[in-house]
């Protein structure tokens, strides 16, 4: 544990988070993801799935602006952050799902997930895990999205990430796979950034 706490020490983005106000190093991964792609736009509605403990909601609040919205959705009770609606519970349920739907006024030009499982340590396990993960935000982005909306998904890369590519590319144009300089050097996460969504039938209709 002490050698863990002295690498976060050194860690230049973990003591950036502290210095700038952010609750966790993460917020530099989105604010990386935003300087590339322009994921985000000011009056946006955005819903932030795998929130906690609240980084990304943080930079999205103020890449929105009071024109816009934010809801953060998380297993675990999220601290309240001004200007975002905080939700707890798991994407997966219908009953969430419409509670996000509700909270978003029924659209959303963004839906964005840092979601990740509880590693066991066991790297194929873990990898079938974030798959889930994503492609459950991929069902909440389809139902929620306005034609032309961008999405982004965390992912642990491995043998299901190529289909699960292959099928976000039928949904979005253009789709990339990103590492922001702020990840870990140890971590083998990577970023889907789908932008332009196609407004498939498969998602609205539903």
Do not use: C
Request: net charge positive.
């Amino acid at each position: 544990m002490g050698h863990w706490r002295k690498r976060q020490g050194q860690d230049r983005y973990f003591r950036q988070a502290k210095e700038e106000g952010y609750r966790a190093r993460s917020a530099y991964k989105l604010l990386q993801i935003q300087e590339k792609f322009q994921i985000v736009r000011r009056g946006d509605v955005v819903v932030d799935l795998g929130a906690a403990p609240g980084s990304w909601s943080q930079v999205l609040v103020k890449l929105v602006g009071p024109q816009g919205r934010v809801i953060a959705l998380d297993l675990q009770a999220i601290e309240p952050i001004a200007g975002v609606t905080t939700l707890q519970g798991d994407m997966t349920d219908p009953e969430i799902q419409s509670a996000i739907v509700e909270a978003a006024g029924g659209r959303a030009d963004v839906v964005l997930s840092d979601a990740a499982p509880s590693t066991t340590g066991i790297k194929l396990r873990d990898h079938v895990l974030s798959i889930e993960l994503a492609r459950a935000a991929f069902g909440v982005a389809r139902r929620l999205l306005v034609p032309r909306g961008n999405m982004v998904l965390k992912v642990f890369e491995g043998e299901d990430l190529p289909p699960l590519i292959r099928d976000v590319k039928m949904a979005f144009h253009p789709v990339k796979v990103h590492t922001p300089a702020a990840t870990r050097n140890e971590s083998w996460e990577s970023f889907i950034v789908a932008r332009g969504y196609k407004g498939t039938p498969s998602g609205h209709d539903s």
